[in-house]
């Protein structure tokens, strides 16, 4: 069981920029995969961005791609981040952060099996 807590939304004009965590209470194990999805009022949940915890790889949907970096903090071995830049209107949503013990980073929460509560990104035009 790994409970994942996000933090670090809040309000942002288009063109600005916010950092996400989400913290877990335990060390993830190797095969996992620790993804962000976010949804907007009345739209059905999406895929932001995957990492595998135990190397280098992610994965990122179109909509966010070299405006979005997730990350890991090595240090902490706890904690994963999105970088958010360039955020726009359209980013506005409910962030949560999701783990997948079986490692197969797909863009689907129903292969996702722990989630956090989220947290509220909301962009001003």
């Known amino acids: 069981q790994v409970q994942l807590v996000e933090s670090g939304g809040g309000l942002v004009q288009a063109g600005g920029s916010l950092k996400l965590s989400c913290e877990a209470s335990k060390r993830p194990f190797s095969t996992y995969v620790i993804a962000w999805f976010r949804q907007a009022p009345g739209k059905e949940r999406e895929f932001v961005a995957a990492?595998?915890?135990?190397?280098?790889?992610?994965?990122y949907a179109d909509s966010v791609k070299g405006r979005f970096t997730i990350s890991r903090d090595n240090a902490k071995n706890t904690a994963v981040y999105l970088q958010m830049n360039s955020l726009k209107p359209e980013d506005t949503a409910v962030y949560y952060c999701a783990a997948d013990i079986s490692g197969t980073m797909l863009p689907v929460p129903q292969y996702y099996d722990y989630w956090g509560q989220g947290t509220q990104v909301t962009v001003s035009s």
């Open positions: 990492l595998a915890w135990s190397g280098a790889s992610t994965r």
